[in-house]
């Protein structure tokens, strides 16, 4: 509304310019005030509603490409195969994990877990190809665009990268932490690297929201979940841990 109201007002201002020429003719009688006070309030208005529509078609158009840019480094990141150390997905882990039988978690139920998380995996990854056909479908017809369809598209892209971190990042170095981290030495520099583009993709994410939120639209978060587990970083520490207590007994 204040946007509408803001548009409001420049376009009256924009038709005061001609309005001592208004009244001149008007006290000379060659114009009626009856006629001419709907026309400038009519004009007004139409002026106000085009120059509305215009703003919210430019921010609503920017919006969407700056989403699109991230729904689409996302996918890349956590969606697109490669080979060998080329593929940072974190999903690739469940493949290589190995779960010895006397360890905290035996193979079975290691294999049911590994199970339900592809399966979420999966899930998510229909979800991201269908979220990111609508953000292209949106920026297609960006002219009539109601802003409803841009806040949702916004807000369900935040929910889909939290729930993501939450199910499946998580859920992935969760379980293969109670597994044989040996068996994954050569994955650590790639999950390193994932762990960097991830934390740099969730620093533009938040800063995108937080933009779009001062903008004025209101988005559900303005934060999107942090990674906050590292199995390896875990384990590196638990040897220091050990001396440190030994030394103290």
């Known amino acids: 509304m ?45 002026w106000s509603w085009f ?19 991230l729904v689409d480094d996302f996918g890349q990141l956590n969606f697109q195969k490669a ?6 997905r974190i999903v690739k882990l469940l493949d290589k994990a190995v779960f010895p039988a006397n ?15 592809k399966d979420i995996y999966f899930t998510l990854e229909l979800w991201y190809f269908s979220m990111r056909q609508k ?12 802003e409803y369809d841009l806040l949702e598209t916004v807000n369900e892209f935040t929910d889909f990268y939290s729930e993501f971190v939450e199910k499946v990042a998580e859920g992935t170095l969760r379980l293969v932490k109670m597994g044989d981290m ?11 690297i994932f762990k960097t583009r991830l934390s740099e993709l969730r620093g533009r994410t938040n800063a995108f929201l937080q ?8 988005v559900s978060e303005t934060k999107v979940r942090a990674l906050e ?21």
């Open 2 to 46: 204040k946007p509408f109201v803001a548009s409001f007002v420049k376009g009256q201002v924009l038709l005061l310019v001609p309005q001592p020429i208004l009244l001149g003719l008007i006290l000379f009688n060659a114009l009626s005030l009856y006629y001419t006070a709907p026309v400038v309030v009519g004009l007004a208005i139409l």
């Open 51 to 69: 120059d509305y529509s215009g703003k919210a078609q430019r921010r609503g158009s920017s919006v969407l490409r700056k989403l699109e840019r």
């Open 83 to 88: 080979t060998g150390a080329a593929d940072e």
């Open 103 to 117: 360890g905290p978690m035996n193979p079975q139920l290691a294999s049911a877990a590994t199970e339900k998380i």
């Open 135 to 146: 953000v292209r479908l949106l920026l297609r017809r960006a002219g009539t665009m109601i």
């Open 182 to 192: 040996q068996s994954l030495e050569e994955d650590k520099q790639a999950f390193s």
């Open 211 to 218: 933009g779009v939120h001062d903008d004025g639209l209101p």
């Open 229 to 249: 587990v590292d199995p390896w970083l875990e384990t590196d520490t638990e040897p220091a841990r050990g001396a440190t207590t030994t030394e103290q007994n």
